[in-house]
Protein backbone atom coordinates (compact mmCIF):
# COMPACT_ATOMS: atom_id res chain seq x y z
CA UNK A 1 0.00 0.00 0.00
CA UNK A 2 1.63 3.37 -0.99
CA UNK A 3 2.48 5.84 1.34
CA UNK A 4 -0.83 7.62 3.44
CA UNK A 5 -0.65 11.11 5.03
CA UNK A 6 -4.20 11.85 6.62
CA UNK A 7 -4.12 15.41 8.42
CA UNK A 8 -6.18 16.35 11.22
CA UNK A 9 -7.26 19.37 12.81
CA UNK A 10 -5.42 19.10 16.39
CA UNK A 11 -3.83 16.57 18.44
CA UNK A 12 -6.80 15.43 19.57
CA UNK A 13 -8.52 14.51 16.28
CA UNK A 14 -4.92 12.69 15.51
CA UNK A 15 -5.74 10.79 18.81
CA UNK A 16 -8.76 9.91 18.01
CA UNK A 17 -7.93 8.58 14.56
CA UNK A 18 -4.72 6.10 16.08
CA UNK A 19 -6.83 4.77 18.91
CA UNK A 20 -9.60 3.89 16.75
CA UNK A 21 -6.86 2.56 13.69
CA UNK A 22 -5.64 0.30 16.92
CA UNK A 23 -9.33 -1.20 17.50
CA UNK A 24 -9.71 -1.84 13.94
CA UNK A 25 -6.76 -3.78 13.13
CA UNK A 26 -6.57 -5.50 16.50
CA UNK A 27 -10.38 -6.65 15.77
CA UNK A 28 -9.37 -7.99 11.90
CA UNK A 29 -6.29 -9.84 13.77
CA UNK A 30 -8.05 -11.55 15.96
CA UNK A 31 -10.57 -12.58 13.88
CA UNK A 32 -8.27 -13.91 11.22
CA UNK A 33 -5.43 -15.80 13.55
CA UNK A 34 -6.93 -15.58 17.22
CA UNK A 35 -3.82 -12.88 18.17
CA UNK A 36 -2.49 -9.54 17.92
CA UNK A 37 0.68 -8.17 18.28
CA UNK A 38 1.92 -4.48 18.42
CA UNK A 39 4.38 -2.55 19.00
CA UNK A 40 4.00 0.56 21.51
CA UNK A 41 5.38 3.68 20.27
CA UNK A 42 7.20 5.72 23.17
CA UNK A 43 8.00 9.47 23.82
CA UNK A 44 4.96 11.60 24.46
CA UNK A 45 2.56 11.84 21.72
CA UNK A 46 1.00 8.56 21.93
CA UNK A 47 -0.36 9.16 25.97
CA UNK A 48 -3.47 10.47 24.62
CA UNK A 49 -3.85 7.80 21.92
CA UNK A 50 -3.31 5.21 24.56
CA UNK A 51 -5.96 6.90 27.13
CA UNK A 52 -8.67 6.89 24.90
CA UNK A 53 -7.98 3.03 24.09
CA UNK A 54 -8.11 2.66 27.96
CA UNK A 55 -12.03 4.07 27.56
CA UNK A 56 -14.42 1.21 27.54
CA UNK A 57 -16.38 2.84 24.57
CA UNK A 58 -12.88 1.52 22.79
CA UNK A 59 -11.32 -1.32 25.36
CA UNK A 60 -14.81 -2.84 25.61
CA UNK A 61 -13.76 -3.38 21.50
CA UNK A 62 -11.00 -6.01 21.32
CA UNK A 63 -10.20 -8.84 23.18
CA UNK A 64 -7.25 -8.13 25.33
CA UNK A 65 -6.30 -11.87 26.53
CA UNK A 66 -5.66 -12.13 22.77
CA UNK A 67 -2.88 -8.97 22.58
CA UNK A 68 0.60 -8.94 22.63
CA UNK A 69 2.44 -5.78 23.59
CA UNK A 70 6.11 -5.25 22.36
CA UNK A 71 8.05 -2.06 22.58
CA UNK A 72 10.10 -0.14 19.88
CA UNK A 73 12.33 1.15 21.94
CA UNK A 74 13.02 2.02 25.80
CA UNK A 75 14.87 4.56 27.54
CA UNK A 76 17.93 3.45 30.14
CA UNK A 77 15.74 3.84 32.88
CA UNK A 78 14.18 1.72 35.39
CA UNK A 79 10.17 1.16 34.40
CA UNK A 80 9.09 3.60 37.12
CA UNK A 81 11.05 6.31 36.35
CA UNK A 82 9.14 8.81 34.38
CA UNK A 83 11.13 8.90 31.30
CA UNK A 84 10.13 5.04 30.89
CA UNK A 85 8.11 4.45 27.55
CA UNK A 86 6.85 0.97 29.83
CA UNK A 87 5.88 3.72 32.25
CA UNK A 88 3.60 5.73 29.72
CA UNK A 89 2.07 2.84 28.37
CA UNK A 90 1.16 1.05 31.80
CA UNK A 91 -0.13 4.51 32.93
CA UNK A 92 -2.12 5.41 30.61
CA UNK A 93 -3.02 1.84 28.83
CA UNK A 94 -1.75 -1.27 30.43
CA UNK A 95 -3.16 -0.58 33.94
CA UNK A 96 -6.54 -0.05 32.34
CA UNK A 97 -6.75 -3.22 30.70
CA UNK A 98 -7.49 -6.35 31.32
CA UNK A 99 -4.37 -7.83 29.07
CA UNK A 100 -2.58 -10.98 30.85
CA UNK A 101 0.81 -9.01 32.27
CA UNK A 102 2.56 -12.43 30.58
CA UNK A 103 1.72 -10.66 27.20
CA UNK A 104 3.15 -6.98 28.19
CA UNK A 105 6.80 -7.64 26.87
CA UNK A 106 8.80 -4.66 28.52
CA UNK A 107 12.82 -3.88 27.34
CA UNK A 108 14.65 -4.15 30.30
CA UNK A 109 15.84 -0.39 30.05
CA UNK A 110 17.32 -0.75 33.16
CA UNK A 111 19.90 -3.49 32.79
CA UNK A 112 23.58 -2.61 33.33
CA UNK A 113 24.30 -4.70 30.07
CA UNK A 114 21.56 -3.55 27.61
CA UNK A 115 23.25 -5.45 24.65
CA UNK A 116 22.86 -8.36 26.86
CA UNK A 117 18.71 -7.00 27.01
CA UNK A 118 18.73 -6.41 23.86
CA UNK A 119 19.71 -9.62 22.97
CA UNK A 120 16.65 -11.29 25.21
CA UNK A 121 14.28 -9.22 23.78
CA UNK A 122 15.16 -10.98 21.09
CA UNK A 123 14.37 -14.40 22.21
CA UNK A 124 11.50 -13.12 23.44
CA UNK A 125 10.17 -11.65 20.10
CA UNK A 126 11.40 -15.24 18.40
CA UNK A 127 9.21 -17.34 21.25
CA UNK A 128 6.15 -14.75 20.94
CA UNK A 129 6.18 -14.94 16.81
CA UNK A 130 7.55 -18.79 16.84
CA UNK A 131 10.51 -17.99 15.28
CA UNK A 132 14.17 -18.78 15.06
CA UNK A 133 16.66 -15.78 15.43
CA UNK A 134 18.14 -16.49 12.19
CA UNK A 135 14.52 -16.36 10.36
CA UNK A 136 12.92 -13.97 9.05
CA UNK A 137 11.83 -10.57 11.33
CA UNK A 138 8.67 -10.91 13.12
CA UNK A 139 6.03 -9.63 11.60
CA UNK A 140 3.94 -7.14 13.75
CA UNK A 141 -0.05 -6.29 13.12
CA UNK A 142 1.01 -2.57 14.13
CA UNK A 143 3.88 -0.51 15.05
CA UNK A 144 3.22 2.21 16.54
CA UNK A 145 5.89 5.30 15.83
CA UNK A 146 6.13 9.05 16.71
CA UNK A 147 9.13 11.05 15.37
CA UNK A 148 11.38 13.65 16.77
CA UNK A 149 11.73 16.93 15.53
CA UNK A 150 15.47 15.64 14.52
CA UNK A 151 13.66 13.21 11.93
CA UNK A 152 14.66 10.08 14.21
CA UNK A 153 12.06 7.51 15.23
CA UNK A 154 12.12 4.63 17.83
CA UNK A 155 15.86 4.70 19.36
CA UNK A 156 17.31 5.49 15.45
CA UNK A 157 18.91 8.45 16.08
CA UNK A 158 20.90 10.44 13.43
CA UNK A 159 24.20 9.18 12.20
CA UNK A 160 23.84 6.34 14.98
CA UNK A 161 24.97 2.74 14.59
CA UNK A 162 21.70 1.01 14.66
CA UNK A 163 20.74 2.83 11.68
CA UNK A 164 23.03 0.15 9.24
CA UNK A 165 21.91 -2.59 11.13
CA UNK A 166 20.02 -4.99 8.71
CA UNK A 167 20.15 -8.68 10.54
CA UNK A 168 19.71 -8.25 14.27
CA UNK A 169 16.33 -7.63 15.58
CA UNK A 170 16.62 -5.70 18.42
CA UNK A 171 20.36 -3.71 19.27
CA UNK A 172 21.55 -1.14 22.11
CA UNK A 173 22.32 1.96 20.36
CA UNK A 174 24.28 4.54 21.40
CA UNK A 175 23.00 7.77 21.12
CA UNK A 176 25.25 11.11 21.77
CA UNK A 177 22.59 13.43 21.38
CA UNK A 178 20.58 12.14 24.53
CA UNK A 179 24.10 11.17 26.36
CA UNK A 180 22.92 7.78 26.68
CA UNK A 181 22.28 4.28 25.14
CA UNK A 182 18.83 2.86 24.46
CA UNK A 183 17.10 -0.29 23.65
CA UNK A 184 15.21 -0.43 19.89
CA UNK A 185 13.31 -2.20 17.34
CA UNK A 186 15.80 -2.09 14.33
CA UNK A 187 14.68 -1.14 10.33
CA UNK A 188 14.14 -4.66 9.02
CA UNK A 189 11.64 -5.57 12.20
CA UNK A 190 9.66 -2.04 11.64
CA UNK A 191 9.93 -2.85 7.87
CA UNK A 192 8.36 -6.45 8.19
CA UNK A 193 5.11 -4.99 9.67
CA UNK A 194 1.58 -5.22 8.45
CA UNK A 195 1.20 -1.50 9.35
CA UNK A 196 3.47 1.07 10.78
CA UNK A 197 1.73 4.44 11.91
CA UNK A 198 3.14 7.18 12.74
CA UNK A 199 1.76 9.96 14.86
CA UNK A 200 3.18 13.29 15.01
CA UNK A 201 1.80 16.61 16.53
CA UNK A 202 2.75 20.43 16.84
CA UNK A 203 4.71 23.15 15.21
CA UNK A 204 7.89 21.79 16.63
CA UNK A 205 7.89 18.68 13.87
CA UNK A 206 7.03 20.87 10.92
CA UNK A 207 10.65 21.35 9.74
CA UNK A 208 11.28 17.59 9.82
CA UNK A 209 8.40 16.33 8.78
CA UNK A 210 8.78 17.93 5.75
CA UNK A 211 12.06 16.81 5.35
CA UNK A 212 11.52 13.18 6.50
CA UNK A 213 8.42 13.57 3.67
CA UNK A 214 9.07 15.65 0.94
CA UNK A 215 12.81 16.65 1.33
CA UNK A 216 16.06 14.50 -0.65
CA UNK A 217 17.03 11.16 0.50
CA UNK A 218 19.08 11.37 3.37
CA UNK A 219 18.31 8.65 6.18
CA UNK A 220 21.42 9.35 7.91
CA UNK A 221 20.19 12.16 8.58
CA UNK A 222 16.18 12.12 9.03
CA UNK A 223 16.04 8.47 9.74
CA UNK A 224 12.08 8.25 9.78
CA UNK A 225 13.07 8.01 5.86
CA UNK A 226 14.33 4.65 6.36
CA UNK A 227 10.66 3.13 7.06
CA UNK A 228 8.88 1.66 4.39
CA UNK A 229 7.62 -1.62 5.34
CA UNK A 230 7.82 -3.81 2.30
CA UNK A 231 4.23 -5.33 2.63
CA UNK A 232 2.31 -3.73 4.80
CA UNK A 233 0.96 0.16 5.20
CA UNK A 234 2.40 3.15 6.42
CA UNK A 235 0.11 5.30 7.61
CA UNK A 236 1.17 8.93 9.05
CA UNK A 237 -1.44 11.02 11.08
CA UNK A 238 -0.11 14.58 11.02
CA UNK A 239 -2.09 17.51 12.42
CA UNK A 240 -2.07 20.64 11.12
CA UNK A 241 0.57 22.27 12.92
CA UNK A 242 3.24 19.87 11.79
CA UNK A 243 2.43 19.41 8.39
CA UNK A 244 2.14 23.43 8.06
CA UNK A 245 5.55 23.22 6.12
CA UNK A 246 4.32 19.97 3.54
CA UNK A 247 4.09 21.00 -0.22
CA UNK A 248 1.49 18.60 -0.63
CA UNK A 249 -1.57 18.83 1.89
CA UNK A 250 -2.41 15.93 3.64
CA UNK A 251 -5.42 13.99 2.94
CA UNK A 252 -8.30 14.94 4.73
CA UNK A 253 -9.66 11.54 6.59
CA UNK A 254 -13.42 12.49 6.83
CA UNK A 255 -13.42 13.86 3.12
CA UNK A 256 -10.75 11.87 1.80
CA UNK A 257 -9.74 15.15 0.12
CA UNK A 258 -6.51 17.36 0.72
CA UNK A 259 -6.87 20.02 3.46
CA UNK A 260 -6.98 23.47 2.05
C1 LIG B 1 11.26 7.66 22.45
C2 LIG B 1 10.46 7.41 21.21
C3 LIG B 1 10.83 8.42 20.19
C4 LIG B 1 9.66 9.37 20.13
C5 LIG B 1 10.05 10.68 19.51
C6 LIG B 1 8.90 11.69 19.60
O1 LIG B 1 11.56 6.71 23.18
O2 LIG B 1 11.51 8.84 22.70
O3 LIG B 1 10.49 6.16 20.77
O4 LIG B 1 11.11 7.93 18.90
O5 LIG B 1 8.59 8.77 19.40
O6 LIG B 1 11.18 11.17 20.20
O7 LIG B 1 8.70 11.95 20.98
P1 LIG B 1 7.46 12.88 21.44
O8 LIG B 1 6.22 12.11 21.10
O9 LIG B 1 7.65 13.00 22.93
O10 LIG B 1 7.57 14.17 20.69
Not at 1 to 23: C, S, T
Not at 57 to 81: C, K, M, T, Y
Not at 158 to 186: C, F, H, M, Y
Request: charged share 25%.
Amino acid sequence: MPRVILGFEDAEAVAQHAAREFVRRARAAIAASGIFRVALAGGSTPRRSYELLAHPSLANQVDWEAIHVFFGDERAVLPDHPDSNYRTAFETLLSRVKIPDAQIHRMQGERADLDTAATEYEATLAESFDLTVESSPPRFDLVMLGMGDDGHTASLFPSTGALEERRAWVVANDVPQKGTRRITLTIPVLNAARCVMFTVEGHDKAAALAAVLEGPRDPRLYPSQLIAPEDGDLLWLVDRAAAQSLAIKPQDPSHSRSLS
